[in-house]
């Protein structure tokens, strides 16, 4: 017995397969670029703060990842890394630190205005208190 397989035949519905993969690969491509588009939150901020009259001056460098903010402030006290989230464009991001000996959390919540830059609230809860802050993209 002699079995003949001819796998040189095309498949009448391959020209439809082709266009169906090209197809799909267009809109996979289109779909991994808009997924890797910064966020308006990325970059270099200049952060200005006033909690309970103590004003500070803060550079932070932050990046969005699947709206998870992440990055790190500088200022002369030295420097701190943020953690937050990004919902459109609202952002909260906080740091742990100490303040003569007691541990305490700043928690940022903002505001995006893409002509004014970031405007929001600090709360200082374990001292009970709350300012102000502005950040604007730095040079």
């Known amino acids: 017995m002699h079995i003949s397989v001819d796998f040189g ?32 939150f990325d970059g270099k901020w200049q952060v200005y703060t006033s909690i309970a009259g103590n004003d500070n001056e803060m550079t932070c460098t932050i990046t969005v990842t699947d709206k998870v903010l992440s990055g790190k402030c500088a200022s002369e006290r030295g420097e701190i890394v943020i953690t937050g989230k ?8 906080s740091y742990k630190t100490d303040y003569q000996g007691s541990p305490l959390t700043v928690v940022y919540d903002g505001t995006l205005n893409p002509a004014t830059g970031i405007q929001g609230g600090v709360n200082v809860a374990e001292f009970g208190v709350t300012g102000e802050f502005s950040a604007k993209q730095a040079k």
């Open 86 to 93: 990004v919902d459109g464009n609202k952002a909260s991001w």
């Open 9 to 40: 035949t095309t498949m009448p519905y391959s020209s439809n397969m082709r266009l169906f993969l090209l197809s799909s690969l267009a809109v996979l491509s289109a779909g991994l670029t808009f997924a890797a588009e910064a966020s308006p």
